[in-house]
Nanobody, 122 residues
Framework: QVQLVESGGGLVQAGGSLRLSCAAS????????MGWFRQAPGKERQFVAA??????RYVDSVKGRFTISRDNAKNTVYLQMNSLKPEDTAVYYC?????????????????WGQGTQVTVSS
């Protein structure tokens, strides 16, 4: 069982930055694929980024602006978000699955955090 706790959300003006963190329980964190998803009101949960032990993947809309990273010693994954836009406003969720392959569909992940709100004002 893996428990995930996100932090770092908030209100920021367009063009600003935020860094989300996701702390995971468990002793085999390095074996897990870690992903970030987001869900805006009335919309489906959308893949944002994922990181395995050797690769990363981003949705096209955040490439060049967001960076996903992980610190296996701290059991933590991060999402650095720069040049934020109002359309980035959503609840951001951290997710995990034991896998070396990167997945970008929410149903492929087994564990989820409670979510953290990111609001970007124009």
């Amino acid at each position: 069982q893996v428990q995930l706790v996100e932090s770092g959300g908030g209100l920021v003006q367009a063009g600003g930055s935020l860094r989300l963190s996701c702390a995971a329980s468990g002793r085999t964190f390095s074996n897990y694929l870690m992903g970030w998803f987001r869900q805006a009101p009335g919309k489906e949960r959308q893949f944002v980024a994922a990181i395995s032990w050797r690769a990363v993947r981003y949705v096209d809309s955040v490439k060049g602006r967001f960076t996903i990273s992980r610190d296996n010693a701290k059991n933590t994954v991060y999402l650095q978000m720069n040049s934020l836009k109002p359309e980035d406003t959503a609840v951001y969720y951290c997710a995990a699955v034991r896998s070396g392959i990167i997945y970008d569909r929410f149903h492929e992940y087994d564990y989820w955090g409670q979510g953290t709100q990111v609001t970007v004002s124009s």
